[in-house]
């Protein structure tokens, strides 16, 4: 029987009382082991945390923002279909991006400003986003490299959304969950999300009790032996 309803009350438990690490080593046990975004993807303020349905976006790096010769009616126009994938955001997904070099930012305010009126959880990106004092103004919780204004227009376009991506070998599919705090974001495959987020809320409760034997003046061995947690 799952400990939630439905993924608003899973998400409002692990904002409360899991974090990121805990739900990782629940999918080790479960033999996933490499779910991790790679640790240069960092949240733009130490204090955001994202959770949500992966909303994967395809993009792809251009040397012109409206070519005049192509054989790709795409390459005419600018951005490519990223209005397109950023209007089709649902509440509690995130958008998730790969597929550029790190050449240009991937995520700004403007579009971080139409994710909230959509009520979206958050933005990850495999590259820079910009206008960083601004996505900090709307507490919209946005990872990524870091703060880097060049812009995508003349350098990048959105090829396709919805679609399954990767990120340095971790498989992303929509309908996956993204979860990210400080250190680090981590893909939880949708099939076994009740088993991973089960293990890990029940992990956590185990680890208060741990915590508190510890502060009573039990070792680490028999902290371990009793409890199995440490």
Not at 97 to 120: E, F
Not at 165 to 173: C, D, K, L, N, S
Not at 182 to 209: M, N, Q, S, Y
Request: net charge negative; hydrophobic share 40%.
């Amino acid at each position: 029987m799952n400990l939630w309803k439905d993924d608003k009350e899973l998400f409002d438990i692990a904002k409360k009382e899991l974090f990121v690490a805990l739900v990782g080593d629940i999918l080790d046990k479960l033999g996933l082991q490499h779910q991790f975004l790679p640790p240069t993807i960092k949240p733009l303020r130490d204090d955001f945390v994202v959770i949500g349905r992966a909303m994967p976006v395809l993009e792809a790096d251009v040397f012109e923002e409206t070519a005049e010769v192509t054989n790709n009616p795409m390459m005419k126009k600018p951005f490519g279909i990223m209005f397109e994938a950023l209007d089709s955001l649902q509440e509690n997904e995130v958008y998730i991006c790969s597929g550029s070099s790190p050449r240009y930012a991937l995520w700004g305010g403007l579009m971080s400003t139409r994710a909230i009126k959509l009520k979206a959880s958050g933005a990850v990106l495999h590259g820079w986003s910009r206008d960083t004092n601004e996505i900090l103004n709307l507490d919209f919780p946005t990872f990524s490299y870091g703060g880097y204004a060049q812009d995508q227009g003349p350098r990048g376009k959105v090829i396709d959304y919805r679609v399954p991506i990767e990120i340095e070998g971790v498989r992303i599919h929509p309908g996956d969950i993204i979860y990210g705090d400080r250190d680090g974001v981590l893909v939880v495959p949708e099939k076994v999300v009740a088993e991973a987020f089960t293990g890990a809320i029940e992990k956590a409760r185990g680890e208060k009790l741990v915590k508190q034997a510890l502060e009573n003046g039990m070792s680490t061995v028999d902290a371990f032996n009793k409890f199995g947690i440490m």
